[in-house]
């Protein structure tokens, strides 16, 4: 098949994913696994003397000769994709055609064809999630000691850390891992069943007590379990439960790219993604340094929480026995979820490896904010040494309703001076223990060793 610019073009094709998840939703890659799907029933069918051995070995050897053009041409005419690959099959292979699909039904090849693809796509994303994890650990670990103040309600609250700010996408991300990791050790396929999952067709062929070591070969040859029930599909609730994880993936790096840009914004300035020598921001203002990564990532992670709702839409609406009205959205359903939830990893793993940390602006808003939490420590240590809690809180916030006043008229924090130079205060506190009080580095609780500590196990359990 070749380009056309004058007709449309999905953006997966060519502008979000990376060629390895392309290639496994690709057309080639599909009719592969049909193929070796058909020379796998046929291999057991002569190995349990249904089907001549010579038969199984013709369509071995044309297994790869997939014509992608050929097949296209034969499906305009019969409507039937399966059927136009089978025939394209049996005309490579004069030998052993004739026995091709024998007690099949179609989805018995293209449901454990998507079944191995899932997994296929599944292993990718395991693979550069963990890329990403690695990334995280090396960050958190760089800054587990780094203060800045840290934000609730999207207003100063106390001090944390940048290593434990990073942490908390790294767990969620290890979360992530952990879920995927299960589906991709739990996933099935249909089996061979036949048309409603009966496995009539093969019994009439091998006779029912056959039946168990007929699918027992075929799970082994593939690698694949097989699902104890199924219909004529393996069961929709795997598609929802896959998707769900992928929309999950996207929940945990829309938030990292989310709270990226607003890090980024010049008002908090604390956190960039990196930007290249010759990259544009604006094609208006051209000062302009637009968190475009981050915006990416939110934006197809977006699209990707949308997958769920179709998936169980499908699963949900699967009538009785089957029903074909989930065939066409699973062709853009399955592997564009795959291509966003790569994309948006390579992207976040883009933005890991060349963040840009401003040590200047995170000890500016540390300064500027980090004080007022500080006065929870000197109203304890006021109220211990004998000051009346009541009146200490009150004054305590005169000082720092002036001290945010200061601030808003963009001026430097004045609270500790402030407080140095009350009499009241000093009758109970010296000047260097009001000063220790309103350090904030004392004021970070355990945050520096929690987050060493994720950082190790995410590098012990990924064997790094």
């Excluded at 004739?98 to 039904?105: E, K, N, S, Y």
């Excluded at 963990?130 to 995280?136: N, S």
């Excluded at 208006?284 to 968190?291: Q, Y």
């Excluded at 009758?427 to 929690?450: H, K, N, T, W």
């Amino acid at each position: 098949m070749t380009w056309d610019y004058e007709i449309y073009q999905s953006p997966f094709t060519w502008r979000y994913g990376s060629p390895e998840m392309r290639k496994v939703w690709s057309e080639v890659n599909k009719r592969r696994l049909w193929r070796r799907l058909w020379v796998a029933l046929a291999e057991v069918e002569a190995e349990l003397d249904l089907v001549q051995e010579a038969q199984a070995a013709d369509l071995r050897l044309h297994m790869d000769e997939v014509d992608v053009e050929r097949a296209l041409q034969i499906e305009a005419e019969i409507h039937h994709d399966k059927m136009a690959e089978l025939k394209v099959f049996a005309e490579q292979a004069p030998c052993g055609g004739a026995i091709l699909h024998l007690g099949a039904t179609s989805t018995d090849i293209e449901d454990n064809a998507d079944a191995l693809r899932v997994r296929q796509s599944l292993g990718l994303i395991l693979q550069q999630l963990r890329i990403l994890l690695l990334r995280f650990a090396d960050q958190v670990e760089r800054w587990a000691d780094t203060p800045l103040i840290a934000f609730t309600h999207l207003q100063p609250a106390e001090p944390s850390t940048l290593g434990y700010r990073l942490a908390q996408y790294a767990q969620d991300l290890w979360m992530d891992w952990e879920e995927l990791s299960r589906l991709q050790d739990n996933l099935r396929g249909k089996g061979f069943r036949g048309a409603v999952g009966t496995s009539a067709s093969y019994a009439e062929l091998l006779g029912v007590e056959r039946l168990p070591d007929f699918e027992a070969r075929l799970s082994a040859r593939l690698e694949l379990p097989f699902f104890l029930v199924s219909t004529q599909v393996y069961p929709r609730k795997q598609d929802y439960q896959v998707l769900s994880a992928l929309a999950g993936l996207g929940g945990s790096l829309y938030k990292f790219a989310f709270d990226l840009r607003i890090l980024q914004s010049p008002t908090v300035g604390e956190l960039r993604e990196p930007f290249g020598a010759r990259q544009v921001g604006s094609s208006a203002m051209p000062f302009k340094r637009n968190p475009i990564q981050a915006e990416n990532i939110d934006s197809l992670a977006r699209l990707l929480a949308q997958a769920p709702r179709l998936a169980w839409d499908n699963a949900a609406h699967s009538l009785l026995e089957r029903t074909l009205d989930d065939s066409a959205n699973r062709r853009m359903l399955l592997p564009e979820a795959f291509l966003i939830a790569d994309e948006i990893l390579h992207a976040a793993i883009r933005i890991l490896e060349g963040l840009q940390v401003d040590e200047t602006a995170l000890r500016r808003n540390l300064e500027a904010y980090a004080p007022f939490a500080a006065t929870e420590r000197l109203l304890m240590a006021l109220g211990k040494a004998g000051a009346d809690r009541q009146e200490m809180h009150e004054r305590l916030r005169q000082h720092t309703l002036a001290a945010w006043q200061a601030i808003q008229h963009g001026e430097a924090n004045p609270l500790v001076n402030s407080l140095i130079q009350d009499g009241v205060i000093r009758r109970y506190l010296s000047i260097e223990q009001v000063r220790e009080l309103m350090d904030v580095g004392q004021y970070l609780g355990d945050a520096p060793q929690r987050a060493r500590e994720l950082a190790e196990q995410i590098r012990g359990a990924l064997h790094e």
